[in-house]
């Protein structure tokens, strides 16, 4: 219980411990943890970048640990190679832009393999509760056993099985430019840490995702800061959010108005300063 900032230990009685005030307590506590949250934000960040590096340089010549593929035959014909020999777990991190026809290929996959008692752990973008076919299908998972947690952006498309294959986008910005398959241990290692690291920060799907009660920001909001201060434009932010440029916008303006702001650039510093970034 002290660890948690609500006792301590009594100047006046040695050997005894006192109640600390709930809201200074309380906010002790939150403020530890929005910190170990933002430790944790930035450090997936970091990996993404690094990420992304790693596959593009594997992408550029094949070897014996990975593969280009190119056309959206070639890749469903891999994951479903994939799917069926899998023997113990499935991960798989989805931005919220898959389309019906797509989760409806993947459901006979999937049915297969939670029916041989694969785990399924599945990360999608919080924009996924304005895509009713997409909320559809991962309360479809949730129903048959499945874990699945959202996330303001998550780390990019990447489907990762039995911790020993997986295929991951060439150009996480661009899917036509096709994938990559990998079995390389080192690049695996990374896209494993990186998809752990994102399914700490998630919630799980159907939880509420409360404002912080410092800042009144959502997680939304908050990494929307976060994309836009290191110099993305609406758009860029938008897509890595899977919302619109139009709502990037909204979000913005509600933002300056809390902040008091008359500009974005009034409003970067304002937030800096009141350690929103």
């Given amino acids: ?38 430790a944790r934000q930035a450090q997936l960040a970091t990996s993404r970048a690094a990420v992304s590096r790693m596959v593009a340089e594997r992408a550029s010549h094949r070897t014996n640990h990975g593969e280009r593929l190119l056309g959206i035959d ?35 996959a999937d049915t297969e393999a939670l029916g041989r008692g694969i785990t399924m752990r599945t990360l999608y973008q919080s924009a996924v509760r304005n895509q009713p076919h997409v909320t559809a299908y991962a309360h479809w998972l949730l129903s048959r056993g499945s874990e699945v947690r959202t996330i303001p952006a998550t780390p990019q498309r990447l489907v990762i099985v039995d911790r020993a294959q997986a295929l991951v986008p060439i150009d996480p910005a661009d899917n036509r430019q096709g994938a990559l398959y990998v079995t390389e241990p080192g690049i695996l290692a990374a896209l494993l840490d990186l998809f752990e690291q994102a399914w700490n920060t998630a919630v799980p799907l159907g939880a509420a995702s409360p404002e912080d009660p410092r800042t009144s920001l959502t997680p939304t909001e908050r990494e929307l800061l976060r994309l836009l201060s290191s110099g993305l434009t609406d758009d860029a932010a938008g897509q890595r959010l899977g919302i619109s440029s139009r709502t990037v916008g909204r979000h913005m303006s509600s933002i300056m108005e809390r902040l008091g702001a008359s500009s974005r650039f009034e409003a970067g510093i304002k937030a800096a300063h009141r350690g929103w970034l």
Avoid: F, K, W
């Avoid at 799917?83 to 499935?90: F, L, M, S």
């Fill in 1 to 38: 219980m002290s660890q948690l900032t609500l006792v301590r230990v009594s100047a006046e009685c040695p050997g005894q411990m006192r109640a600390v005030s709930p809201e200074i307590g309380l906010a002790g506590i939150l403020a530890g943890q929005e910190a170990d949250l933002a």
């Fill in 74 to 108: 070639a890749i469903h014909h891999r994951l479903e190679r994939m799917g069926h020999c899998a023997t113990t777990e499935i991960l798989s991190s989805q931005p919220g832009n898959q389309r019906p026809e797509d989760l409806l290929a993947s459901r006979p």
